[in-house]
């Protein structure tokens, strides 16, 4: 096999391809889809005449998706380890990501152009265009994310631009160099808690987000001597990036459009929170007797392998890979049998989040269970802390709490 250098590791020419195939190759195209909701609304708006559609958005989410995750149910197959590196070097699945990014821009435009110019619509209508908009660009957040992990400046550069319009662009910093870092543990404001309901972890989160990326942002810039008021700020230059966007949008479609951008920009980023909340709740880390917490490892992230989900947000359920490998690409990430599964996709588990009562009915035993009945050793809500305890202080124990042995995973590339 003939050998390059790429950022310091071996470049597998594409040459040498494999006989392997990836039977999902063009499936991922699936993602670009997202896009399009706005204008399947449109269509089956004209088509049937019901408004309804407008809502095409969360319809698609909610209710579609998890009819197709049962109808195709799950992929746990793993590419070949000796086709890895190869399948990293694909450019393929680059551009299907680029790919989401002049289609999110085009429907932006269109959406906007729906709320402010086009007759008949009713104050539900343009509400229904507002969400289905928030529901895509919370689904771009997705995109910022695989873009945002990898060590091209291009890549790093489209994810912000994926998250202008929903004002997120902090996330870039934060996820990265925050929860990548302290990921289930109680210093992890994107780490949900066992008890904790998302409509507390929501506020939290949002909150918590905001105040480290601007943290870390302002220790690197003073490490480099310079000031967080500076063009070297990247959460400065994210969010100007939000606020270029929205003058032009203004500039175009009128101040009347301030409000629908506004729900879309929440709707949005509380999306991508609630993605937050399903993949780590209740799940930490222990600490070591250094008083460091143990290195990640495959059981501090919830999965699951149902294709219609992993299709459209581009493998995000295989987290635990996600989590030991940040920068390895989507179209190659990992299904780990020591992983703690969920009951079916995210986007099945997003709706019960939205419901405390069944959320807990469904998610607090199956986090008892991953530590064998030990409760003290989940990450607990402190306002929930003594009610759990007392309730499960005479659980059965099983003696091989799962998250106390740390799995060796494949070091993070450097």
Same mark, same amino acid.
């Given at each position: 096999?003939?050998?390059?250098?790429?950022?310091?590791?071996?470049?597998?020419?594409?040459?040498?391809?494999?006989?392997?195939?990836?039977?999902?190759? +063009?499936?991922?195209?699936?993602?670009?889809?997202?896009?399009?909701?706005?204008?399947?609304?449109?269509?089956?708006?004209?088509?049937?005449?019901?408004?309804?559609?407008?809502?095409?958005?969360?319809?698609?989410?909610?209710?579609?998706?998890? /009819? /197709?995750?049962?109808?195709?149910?799950?992929?746990?197959?793993?590419?070949?380890?000796? %086709?890895?590196?190869?399948?990293?070097?694909? !450019?393929?699945?680059?551009?299907?990501?680029?790919?989401?990014?002049? @289609?999110?821009?085009?429907?932006?435009?269109?959406?906007?152009? @729906?709320?402010?110019?086009?007759?008949?619509?009713g104050i539900i209508d343009?509400?229904?265009?507002?969400?289905?908009?928030?529901?895509?660009?919370?689904?771009?957040?997705?995109?910022?994310?695989?873009?945002?992990?990898?060590?091209?400046?291009?890549?790093?550069?489209?994810?912000?631009?994926?998250?202008?319009? #929903?004002? +997120?662009?902090?996330?870039?910093?934060?996820?990265? !160099?925050?929860?990548?870092?302290?990921?289930?543990?109680?210093?992890?404001?994107?780490?949900?808690?066992?008890? *904790?309901?998302?409509?507390?972890?929501?506020?939290?989160?949002?909150?918590?987000? %905001?105040?480290?990326?601007?943290?870390?942002?302002?220790?690197?810039?003073? !490490?480099?001597?310079?000031?967080?008021?500076?063009?070297?700020?990247?959460?400065?230059?994210?969010?100007?990036?939000?606020?270029?966007?929205?003058?032009?949008?203004? #500039?175009?479609?009128? %101040?009347?459009?301030?409000?629908?951008?506004?729900?879309?920009?929440?709707?949005?980023f509380a999306l991508l929170?609630?993605?937050?909340?399903?993949?780590?709740?209740?799940?930490?880390?222990? &600490?070591?007797?250094?008083?460091?917490?143990?290195?990640?490892?495959?059981?501090?992230?919830?999965?699951?392998?149902?294709?219609?989900?992993?299709?459209?947000?581009?493998?995000? &359920? !295989?987290?635990?890979?996600?989590?030991?490998?940040?920068?390895?690409?989507?179209?190659?990430?990992?299904?780990?049998? *020591?992983?703690?599964?969920?009951?079916?996709?995210?986007? #099945?588990?997003?709706?019960?989040? +939205?419901?405390?009562?069944?959320?807990?009915?469904?998610?607090?035993?199956?986090?008892?269970?991953?530590?064998?009945?030990?409760?003290?050793?989940?990450?607990?809500?402190?306002?929930?802390?003594?009610?759990? /305890?007392?309730?499960?202080?005479?659980?059965?124990?099983?003696?091989?709490?799962?998250?106390?042995?740390?799995?060796?995973?494949?070091?993070?590339?450097?």
């Amino acid at each position: 096999m003939r050998e390059g250098s790429l950022s310091g590791q071996a470049k597998i020419l594409m040459t040498d391809r494999p006989e392997w195939h990836d039977g999902k190759r +063009y499936l991922w195209l699936l993602g670009t889809v997202v896009p399009m909701f706005l204008f399947a609304g449109w269509g089956m708006v004209n088509l049937t005449g019901l408004g309804l559609f407008w809502w095409m958005g969360p319809l698609w989410l909610y209710v579609l998706i998890p /009819l /197709l995750d049962v109808v195709f149910g799950p992929d746990p197959t793993n590419p070949p380890d000796g %086709v890895v590196a190869w399948l990293e070097q694909d !450019r393929y699945y680059r551009w299907v990501t680029y790919a989401f990014l002049p @289609l999110q821009y085009v429907a932006i435009l269109v959406g906007c152009w @729906l709320i402010t110019t086009h007759g008949g619509l009713g104050i539900i209508d343009r509400l229904g265009i507002a969400v289905t908009l928030g529901a895509m660009n919370g689904v771009a957040i997705n995109t910022a994310h695989e873009l945002g992990h990898k060590k091209e400046h291009l890549e790093r550069w489209f994810a912000r631009v994926a998250l202008a319009p #929903t004002g +997120y662009g902090h996330f870039f910093i934060e996820h990265n !160099r925050g929860h990548h870092v302290r990921v289930a543990t109680p210093d992890d404001p994107a780490s949900s808690r066992l008890g *904790e309901t998302f409509w507390r972890f929501l506020p939290r989160t949002v909150t918590g987000s %905001v105040r480290n990326s601007w943290r870390l942002e302002r220790t690197r810039l003073r !490490r480099m001597g310079r000031q967080p008021f500076s063009p070297h700020n990247d959460v400065l230059n994210a969010w100007a990036m939000t606020i270029v966007l929205w003058a032009a949008l203004l #500039t175009l479609f009128g %101040v009347g459009i301030v409000p629908y951008l506004l729900i879309q920009a929440i709707f949005g980023f509380a999306l991508l929170e609630a993605v937050n909340y399903v993949e780590h709740y209740g799940l930490m880390r222990q &600490q070591l007797p250094n008083g460091r917490w143990e290195r990640v490892n495959p059981r501090h992230s919830w999965n699951n392998n149902n294709l219609t989900t992993n299709l459209f947000l581009y493998h995000l &359920q !295989r987290h635990s890979d996600h989590h030991a490998n940040p920068t390895r690409r989507y179209q190659a990430l990992r299904h780990f049998e *020591e992983s703690p599964q969920l009951p079916s996709g995210y986007a #099945t588990m997003i709706l019960i989040a +939205y419901l405390p009562p069944l959320w807990r009915r469904v998610m607090d035993h199956r986090v008892l269970a991953h530590y064998g009945g030990d409760v003290t050793l989940a990450n607990i809500h402190p306002a929930a802390r003594d009610g759990l /305890l007392a309730r499960y202080e005479n659980a059965p124990r099983s003696g091989n709490a799962q998250s106390s042995a740390v799995v060796p995973v494949e070091a993070p590339p450097r």
